[in-house]
């Protein structure tokens, strides 16, 4: 391994540029990478909205785009990302309806566009672009819709195009949240604004013979924009996105709702969200996330980069952004956490349980303070808890979309928080802490069941885009076992010898997977023989160390120092959002590195 003075260094060059990326109230933001696609969505909505007013907008995102095409002449979700074909379509469209703006780069653009669309054997004024996006999102219409019906009212390949793009029924929004596994409709809740905005418009172009149902759509029209209303937060970003946003404002604008308060607030929200380049991130932020991240981050350090008053300012941030009534857009109970602590985020079960750990990292001499808070918070994820033992995103049940798919990575995520809450809050035992460790059990079981033949485990937001299916065993892997080797060593599970054993038998083939996919240059990509990144380098060797191997590691800290001395801080296009979307996310490589370095602390320096 380097020398300890080497590492010594990466050590303070990595905590002076995570400290240093705090913001004025002492939580951490981060920075989303800039999205094409949220660009392409933002420009149209503005333009249909008022092209004169918001010329300037309009020209500085066509210009962005022209600074990030990619050489084959398409786009992808990030400027790090390859070029796909919903994506370049989408910017294909926009570029082809703002022709009083950007005027410069518009002939660039459409020309590399061109080129890429043909090299995919994509003739966009064929039926055959519509059905390639259909196939490729299947069932799932909640995108690929929104995705064609934007092309339409741009002119690609135009209006008559809505004979072929599938109704969304706006109207079953309108029925009790229960009611959508009977009906057999493929969204949850946070494709509602969608569903509604981009359904209304397919209705009011696409022509429909049957007078009964044109009857019924007309009669739901209203009262689906209140529901859409009541949904819409104060920041005006359903979800504080960009994309979805600018979908439901574009889709209200072209069917007569101009003057509409959803209108109105979201053509502000987008107004404010764009960025002194001309772009727009796939979200606003996700504050409490890479807070969460920062914070566990400094493991046993914590108190030595956090002094009382910091540690009490990031505490009562967490309390107050606790979800702590019925949420108004998804009917979420109390209890959760967000991505972010604008009013458009909502609670999920990988925020949740990062919030809790943060919170008893900060108050390790009075965890009594954030009780009720971290015992909510369990309570709100066992009541999410599948029947199959796994923890979802966002919604209990049917495993039809990723929203409420049970996976790996969350499930660890949350049987750490909970093992941890069962062991700083040891006093008796009560129903609530009867039920929580029932749960933990179940997750366990289906960590088990689900632990792939080689070791491994798969994420759901995480992926890769080098290999074939876009997944990411060494991320899912390297964060499960983490999670479980921390889970492992509290007393509790400890002196619960079965139950510790299978957790340790888990982790160990868990670890010979992680072990079987380093580089031979020593680090680690998203699987095998894949090119390594800071993120999966930095999260497989703490896994490794939270597992208790101490060997074999050297080549891997060398490769990550000798990358962020040469490089810096390189972000990757690995995280995935709905739709699968790729981003980056500027504080993945910190924080990862930042855990990575103080459990190698922990383990040879002190």
């Given at each position: ?405 049970s996976c790996a990575d969350l499930t660890g995520h949350a049987v750490l928080a909970i093992a941890k809450v069962l062991d700083t809050y040891p006093s008796g ?29 798969l994420p759901l937001w995480f992926g890769s885009q080098l290999t074939p299916d876009h997944s990411n065993p060494v991320y899912g892997t390297a964060r499960v ?24 038998r888990m982790n160990e083939r868990a670890a010979a997977f992680l072990v079987s996919a380093q580089n031979q240059d020593g680090s680690w990509g998203g699987d ?79």
């Amino acid at each position: 391994m380097k020398d300890k003075k080497y590492i010594e260094e990466l050590y303070q060059l990595t905590t002076d540029a995570l400290l240093s990326d705090r913001n004025a109230a002492g939580f951490w933001e981060g920075h989303l990478s800039s999205s094409a696609l949220g660009v392409a969505v933002a420009i149209t909505t503005l333009h249909f909205y008022d092209p004169v007013r918001f010329g300037s907008q309009i020209s500085a995102g066509i210009k962005w785009l022209s600074d990030n095409q990619n050489k084959d002449g398409g786009f992808g979700d990030s400027p790090e990302s390859v070029s796909n074909v919903s994506t370049s379509l989408l910017c294909l469209a926009a570029v082809t309806a703002c022709r009083e703006s950007g005027s410069p780069f518009r002939i660039k653009i459409l020309q590399g566009l061109s080129a890429y669309l043909q090299a995919q054997q994509i003739d966009i004024s064929s039926e055959r672009m519509l059905q390639t996006v259909l196939d490729f999102y299947q069932t799932d219409r909640t995108f690929s819709v929104p995705i064609l019906t934007m092309c339409a009212l741009c002119g690609i390949p135009g209006r008559e195009a809505f004979d072929r793009i599938p109704q969304l029924p706006f109207e079953l929004a309108l029925t009790p949240r229960s009611f959508y596994n009977v009906l057999n409709l493929n969204v949850v809740s946070y494709a509602i604004p969608a569903l509604i905005a981009v359904g209304i418009a397919i209705f009011r172009f696409k022509p429909r013979k049957n007078f009964l149902i044109r009857r019924i759509r007309k009669m739901a029209e209203k009262p689906a924009l209140r529901l859409l209303e009541q949904m819409k937060p104060g920041s005006g970003g359903f979800l504080e996105a960009i994309p979805l946003t600018a979908f439901v404002c574009l889709c209200l604008v072209v069917s007569g709702y101009r003057e509409h308060p959803v209108v109105c607030d979201g053509i502000s929200f987008l107004e404010r969200t764009q960025r002194a380049d001309g772009s727009w991130p796939i979200d606003v932020d996700l504050s409490s996330w890479v807070t969460s991240l920062a914070v566990k981050s400094f493991r046993s350090y914590v108190d030595i980069f956090l002094p009382k008053n910091e540690k009490k300012r990031l505490t009562d941030h967490y309390l107050s952004i606790q979800n702590k009534t019925t949420h108004p857009f998804n009917g979420a109970l109390p209890g959760g956490w967000g991505w972010t602590h604008f009013a458009g985020s909502v609670p999920d079960c990988d925020d949740t349980p990062g919030a809790i750990l943060a919170l008893l990292s900060l108050n390790q001499e009075n965890p009594e303070l954030i009780k009720q808070a971290a015992l909510d918070g369990c309570l709100w994820m066992v009541r999410l808890q599948n029947s199959d033992g796994g923890f979802p995103t966002f919604s209990r049940g049917w495993g039809k979309l990723p929203f409420d798919q049970s996976c790996a990575d969350l499930t660890g995520h949350a049987v750490l928080a909970i093992a941890k809450v069962l062991d700083t809050y040891p006093s008796g035992e009560n129903e609530t802490m009867a039920l929580i460790r029932r749960s933990f059990k179940k997750g366990i079981a289906y960590l088990q069941t689900h632990q792939r033949r080689d070791g491994s485990w798969l994420p759901l937001w995480f992926g890769s885009q080098l290999t074939p299916d876009h997944s990411n065993p060494v991320y899912g892997t390297a964060r499960v076992l983490t999670y479980l080797a921390d889970a492992n060593s509290c007393r509790w599970i400890e002196l619960e010898h079965a139950l510790h054993e299978k957790i340790a038998r888990m982790n160990e083939r868990a670890a010979a997977f992680l072990v079987s996919a380093q580089n031979q240059d020593g680090s680690w990509g998203g699987d095998k023989n894949m090119a390594g990144t800071i993120e999966e380098t930095a999260l497989a060797v703490s896994a490794l160390l939270a597992f208790g191997l101490n060997a074999n590691l050297e080549s891997g800290v060398n490769w990550l120092a000798d990358k962020i001395k040469s490089d810096g801080f390189e972000a990757a296009p690995i995280g995935l959002y709905f739709a699968s979307l790729w981003y980056s996310e500027r504080l993945y490589p910190l924080t990862a590195t930042m855990e990575c370095l103080s459990r190698l602390k922990e383990r040879q320096w002190d």
